[in-house]
């Protein structure tokens, strides 16, 4: 298959790359962007760690070609933060430290932060049935959940 | 849409459709295929839309689950439908499936087929020599085969026009409560009349058998009879006895056969409340 030339947005910015008709949007965002806040666990689409929104919608980008991003919207981990400033979801994390080795933890941020767009206000069920596309094989989710419950919380008086 | 069947049609090689890739692109990455040419239909107009006609729905190919959920009136008239295309995957799967991929995916234990057979939908193809329509039962003929031929390409896909109390349900069985493949899945849909007979039912079943499967035995047990505990009795016994299931890590065939019965009565009864039976 051939080199694709794709012209997109990722956080905002727009961007240019060349890539290969087969190859995933994971794999451009972290071997030719540098864009590594994406990880790769599974690559099936069962783990989440790879998870980026396209024009806002929630998708593991291991399950999108590169050449699909064209004329879209990306929206990486790495676009979540203002400069120095930690989104509340991120914030919340580290206070409630629910990351251990943190494979997981751009892949849930996105997800959250994806959840709370669409539902301000969720109940602890709807926080767990959101996230379960995420695995984590570290925290035992208890404190992933408390986070993104005090976050919302706090987005709300915001 | 006419390149693309021309495109599909013209490659010698391996061919493949890509609509939210949740399929194909694991088969990719994990090597089962190597193709040629790799189609996206999700910037063809014809397949981005639910349309709201007086025949019924017309759903587009590339239509995602999260779309579906989001659309109200859809969602009011064919329930089971919707409630079954959200049990795929994560929220993040629901962003790029499709019930098409579902559908030609032509897995036994796909999730939205059942509903969609129940539901009696149709889908169009098109093609190199034209459009055809034909029932959701006829498009899965084995595990992973489809009746499309090459360079054709579902357009849509067609659900009818509700009747007055009318229902449907999908029921399916997986040991966990999220992200897992059906053990069965059971899908009925009942229409009742004032007093609150079935006057047509259509009821199929997935995962017990090499294709989804449509089971008339079961919908004629329904027909004709206010749901009472002995139609429900005769409609779990003609689940059970359509199932030629497999033994594998997720069920034996003898538990999926009983399962199957009990699947199908509660999905029977969640449709005859949604229809507005008693
Ligand atoms: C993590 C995960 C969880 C999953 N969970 C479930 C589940 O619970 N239940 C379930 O049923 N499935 C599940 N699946 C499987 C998959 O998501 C579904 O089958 C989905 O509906 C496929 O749709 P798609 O649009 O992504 O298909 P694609 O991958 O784009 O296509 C699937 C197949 O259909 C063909 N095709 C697609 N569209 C057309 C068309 N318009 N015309 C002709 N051929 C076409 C493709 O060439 C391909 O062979 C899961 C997958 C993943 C990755
Ligand atoms: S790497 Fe994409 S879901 Fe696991
Ligand atoms: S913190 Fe290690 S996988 Fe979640």
């Given at each position: 298959?051939?080199?694709?030339?794709?012209?997109?947005?990722?956080?905002?910015?727009?961007?240019?790359?060349v890539?290969?008709?087969?190859?995933?949007?994971?794999?451009?965002?972290?071997?030719?962007?540098?864009?590594?806040?994406?990880?790769?666990?599974?690559?099936?689409?069962?783990?989440?760690?790879?998870?980026?929104?396209?024009?806002?919608?929630?998708?593991?980008?291991?399950l999108?070609l590169?050449?699909?991003?064209?004329?879209?919207?990306?929206?990486?981990?790495?676009?979540?933060?203002?400069?120095?400033?930690?989104?509340?979801?991120?914030?919340?994390?580290?206070?409630?430290?629910?990351?251990?080795?943190?494979?997981?933890?751009?892949?849930?941020?996105v997800?959250?932060?994806?959840?709370?767009?669409?539902?301000?206000?969720?109940?602890?069920?709807?926080?767990?049935?959101?996230?379960?596309?995420?695995?984590?094989?570290?925290?035992?989710?208890?404190?992933?959940?408390?986070?993104?419950?005090?976050?919302?919380?706090?987005?709300?008086?915001a | 849409?006419?390149?693309?069947?021309?495109?599909?049609?013209?490659?010698?090689?391996?061919?493949?459709?890509?609509?939210?890739?949740?399929?194909?692109?694991?088969?990719?990455?994990?090597?089962?295929?190597?193709?040629?040419?790799?189609?996206?239909?999700?910037?063809?107009?014809?397949?981005?839309?639910?349309?709201?006609?007086?025949?019924?729905?017309?759903?587009?190919?590339?239509?995602?689950?999260?779309?579906?959920?989001?659309?109200?009136?859809?969602?009011?008239?064919?329930p089971?439908?919707?409630?079954?295309?959200?049990?795929?995957?994560?929220?993040?799967?629901?962003?790029?499936?499709?019930?098409?991929?579902?559908?030609?995916?032509?897995?036994?234990?796909?999730?939205?087929?059942?509903?969609?057979?129940?539901?009696?939908?149709?889908?169009?193809?098109?093609?190199?020599?034209?459009?055809?329509?034909?029932?959701?039962?006829?498009?899965?003929?084995?595990?992973?085969?489809?009746?499309?031929?090459?360079?054709?390409?579902?357009?849509?896909?067609?659900?009818?026009?509700?009747?007055p109390?009318?229902?449907?349900?999908?029921?399916?069985?997986?040991?966990?409560?999220?992200?897992?493949?059906?053990?069965?899945?059971?899908?009925?849909?009942?229409?009742?009349?004032?007093?609150?007979?079935?006057?047509?039912?259509?009821?199929?079943?997935?995962?017990?058998?090499?294709?989804?499967?449509?089971?008339?035995?079961?919908?004629?047990?329904?027909?004709?009879?206010?749901?009472?505990?002995?139609?429900?009795?005769?409609?779990?016994?003609?689940?059970?006895?359509?199932?030629?299931?497999i033994?594998?890590?997720?069920?034996?065939?003898?538990?999926?056969?009983?399962?199957?019965?009990?699947?199908?009565?509660?999905?029977?009864?969640?449709?005859?409340?949604?229809?507005g039976?008693?």
């Amino acid at each position: 298959m051939s080199a694709i030339h794709v012209t997109t947005k990722i956080n905002g910015d727009v961007v240019d790359y060349v890539c290969e008709a087969d190859e995933t949007l994971l794999d451009v965002l972290r071997n030719r962007l540098g864009l590594t806040g994406a990880k790769e666990g599974c690559s099936t689409g069962d783990c989440g760690a790879c998870s980026v929104t396209i024009d806002g919608r929630l998708t593991c980008s291991c399950l999108v070609l590169g050449a699909e991003a064209d004329g879209r919207e990306i929206g990486t981990i790495e676009g979540m933060a203002k400069g120095d400033e930690l989104h509340p979801l991120q914030r919340k994390f580290l206070e409630h430290a629910a990351l251990q080795c943190g494979i997981c933890t751009p892949g849930i941020l996105v997800a959250a932060k994806s959840l709370l767009e669409h539902n301000p206000k969720p109940t602890e069920t709807e926080v767990r049935f959101g996230l379960a596309g995420n695995l984590c094989r570290c925290t035992g989710y208890d404190k992933i959940v408390r986070a993104v419950m005090d976050a919302a919380q706090e987005m709300r008086r915001a | 849409m006419k390149e693309a069947t021309g495109l599909l049609a013209r490659e010698k090689g391996r061919a493949f459709v890509l609509a939210g890739g949740t399929d194909l692109l694991v088969r990719l990455r994990t090597g089962f295929i190597e193709p040629d040419l790799i189609v996206d239909i999700k910037r063809i107009t014809a397949t981005r839309s639910i349309d709201v006609r007086s025949n019924g729905f017309r759903i587009g190919a590339a239509v995602t689950g999260a779309e579906l959920n989001e659309h109200a009136k859809l969602t009011k008239a064919w329930p089971g439908v919707v409630e079954a295309a959200n049990l795929i995957g994560s929220k993040q799967v629901q962003g790029r499936c499709t019930m098409t991929g579902n559908l030609c995916n032509a897995s036994p234990a796909a999730d939205s087929v059942p509903a969609l057979m129940a539901a009696a939908a149709k889908v169009v193809i098109v093609g190199p020599k034209g459009k055809r329509t034909i029932p959701v039962e006829q498009v899965p003929v084995a595990p992973g085969k489809t009746s499309l031929k090459k360079g054709e390409i579902i357009e849509s896909i067609l659900l009818p026009k509700r009747p007055p109390r009318s229902g449907d349900a999908y029921l399916r069985f997986i040991p966990r409560t999220e992200m897992d493949i059906a053990v069965v899945g059971a899908a009925v849909s009942v229409t009742l009349d004032a007093k609150g007979m079935c006057t047509d039912a259509r009821v199929a079943l997935g995962a017990v058998a090499p294709t989804v499967v449509l089971v008339p035995e079961a919908a004629k047990a329904l027909i004709g009879t206010k749901m009472d505990k002995a139609a429900l009795d005769a409609l779990a016994a003609a689940c059970s006895a359509a199932c030629r299931p497999i033994d594998d890590k997720r069920g034996t065939s003898e538990f999926r056969i009983k399962v199957a019965g009990v699947l199908a009565r509660r999905a029977a009864q969640i449709a005859r409340k949604r229809a507005g039976g008693k």
